[in-house]
């Protein structure tokens, strides 16, 4: 069993910052793909940034240049630094995990098989 478990959300102004952490426990391994994904009311789940065992970033295009994902494998913990923050940011965050390496990338989350509880980040204007 895996367990993910997010901290770092928060409310903040425009154009302010966060940075949200994931720290995983159980049966994980390092190798695995980790991505950020997110939702906001009455919108459908989107990808934010993934992160492949590899080292291999991706984006969504709505964040380039703002977001920044990252680990720390000692730890086995994954960050998502978030600057320049939007009010059309506001969402509640969630990280997750994936065993295998063929689908990491920010559209593929119906592939990944573990996933956190999320944690709510709002930007005001």
């Known amino acids: 069993q895996v367990q993910l478990v997010e901290s770092g959300g928060g409310s903040v102004q425009a154009g302010g910052s966060l940075r949200l952490t994931c720290a995983a426990s159980?049966?994980?391994?390092?190798?695995?793909?980790m991505g950020w994904f997110r939702q906001a009311p009455g919108k459908e789940r989107e990808g934010v940034s993934t992160l492949s065992g590899g080292g291999t970033t991706t984006y969504a295009d709505s964040v380039k240049g703002r977001f920044t994902i990252s680990k720390d494998s000692a730890k086995n913990t994954l960050y998502l630094q978030m600057n320049s923050l939007k009010p059309e940011d506001t969402a509640l965050y969630y990280c997750?995990?994936?065993?295998?390496?063929?689908?990491?990338?920010?559209?593929?989350?119906?592939?990944?098989?573990?996933w956190g509880q999320g944690t709510q980040v709002t930007v005001s204007s």
């Open positions: 159980g049966y994980f391994e390092s190798s695995w793909c």
């Open positions: 997750a995990a994936y065993r295998g390496p063929f689908f990491c990338h920010p559209n593929m989350s119906r592939y990944f098989n573990y």
